[in-house]
């Protein structure tokens, strides 16, 4: 792990906990593997690797329920597949959710299977009426806890976009 | 067994715990046998979700227990769901796997593997030790409260291997509520429980 990554996970470790986050359910994408390594090494936490990105929606949601801060991590592919369970839970219900993904297949992406993320994340997330927020450099970080809140207000779930130059760094 | 009379006999021998239902009939049959509006959550809107849900509030609330109704038609869409149950292992929690080898809320169409999935063995393989079924009514009377009462380590994991709804049971009625005020209503009484602050503002 490099130190930039490092200091990026760290800092979203830590906003993640300032948020009251204890649950956090996880699926990977390499561009996170260094969060997701720093929260399973974090005691603030509960992590949870599960087994598919909509798991990671009921239990958070159930959390929610049990007056427990949580958060799903997983990649923007991972994303795509989770529709029907927020616009059936979190809107049905109106179950408070927050989500970090990755933001793939925009430049700097090299992965052409992500190509598809790249035309249609950001369309999905608006024809869902899903706020999000991206997050491109260290001192965005601070966003996090804006929209954890956020997701309180709204009542509904919200996701936080990173970037490779976030996670990885340009190239 | 009778899928309402299974349940009718597990309301029979609830205490305190917390009840999830699933998409599929099991909103339906739980109403029907407990009128239930305050500490059952009807996750009617959850394909394959409801015992991740049901986890989530288990870990939240060590002190509760939790039963969480899953169909098998639910379980095909997410049997790796056990593993993830296996892995919290927790203790509060048992998901009942309600068996009815039909898509019970689309008008019982048929399941694939129709008769041949063990779901019990499914959940053995997954590491899950404490694994029980019943196809009766008796066994269950006479069986389930030692099963309910030992104070043992691990989550549970019960077969109930029931009939399909008949047309007539297709018509009984669904949970009455809006998805938002069964939020505050089961909110409002873990919050009671508990005194877990889950909505931020009290009335």
């Known amino acids: 792990m490099s130190d930039k990554n490092a200091t990026a996970a760290a800092r979203i470790a830590d906003q993640l906990a300032s948020c009251g986050v204890k649950l956090v359910a996880t699926l990977p994408d390499n561009w996170v593997m260094d969060l997701i390594t720093t929260i399973d090494h974090d005691d603030r936490f509960v992590h949870v690797p599960v087994n598919r990105e909509e798991s990671a929606i009921g239990l958070c949601s159930g959390a929610y329920m049990g007056a427990m801060g949580s958060a799903a991590l997983m990649g923007a592919s991972g994303f795509m597949t989770v529709i029907y369970a927020l616009t059936k839970i979190n809107y049905s219900y109106e179950i408070p959710l927050f989500l970090m993904a990755t933001l793939r297949g925009q430049a700097g992406d090299h992965h052409k299977h992500h190509i598809s993320n790249g035309l249609y994340l950001l369309p999905v997330l608006n024809a869902i009426s899903m706020p999000y927020q991206i997050i491109d450099q260290p001192e965005d970080i601070g966003l996090i806890s804006r929209c954890y809140t956020h997701t309180r207000t709204y009542s509904r779930p919200m996701v936080v976009l990173f970037t490779r130059d976030l996670l990885r760094g340009a190239h | ?203």
Request: glycine share 6%; net charge negative; proline share 4%.
């Open chain 2, 1 to 203: 067994m009778k899928y309402v009379e299974c349940f009718r006999a597990l309301a029979q021998h609830r205490t305190h715990e917390i009840v999830i239902t699933s998409a599929g009939n099991s909103s339906q049959a739980w109403w029907a046998a407990t009128r239930d509006a305050n500490a059952s959550f009807y996750l009617d809107a959850s394909m394959s979700l409801s015992t991740m849900f049901a986890s989530g509030l288990a870990l939240a609330q060590p002190d509760l227990k939790f039963w969480a109704f899953m169909g098998d038609g639910a379980f095909a869409m997410n049997p790796g769901m056990l593993m993830v149950e296996r892995q919290m292992n927790l203790q509060n929690l048992t998901h009942f796997l309600v068996s009815n080898q039909v898509y019970g809320a689309t008008s019982n169409a048929g399941l694939p593997n129709l008769g041949k999935t063990d779901y019990a063995a499914l959940a053995r393989s997954m590491g899950l030790d404490r694994v029980f079924a019943f196809k009766t009514i008796e066994a269950l009377d006479r069986d389930f409260p030692s099963l309910k009462a030992a104070n043992v380590p691990g989550h549970t994991f019960v077969v109930l291997e029931v009939e399909p709804f008949s047309d007539q049971e297709q018509k009984l009625e669904q949970p009455p509520f809006d998805g938002p005020e069964l939020k505050f209503r089961f909110g409002r009484h873990i919050e009671s429980l508990t005194g877990a602050d889950i909505f931020g503002y009290r009335i």
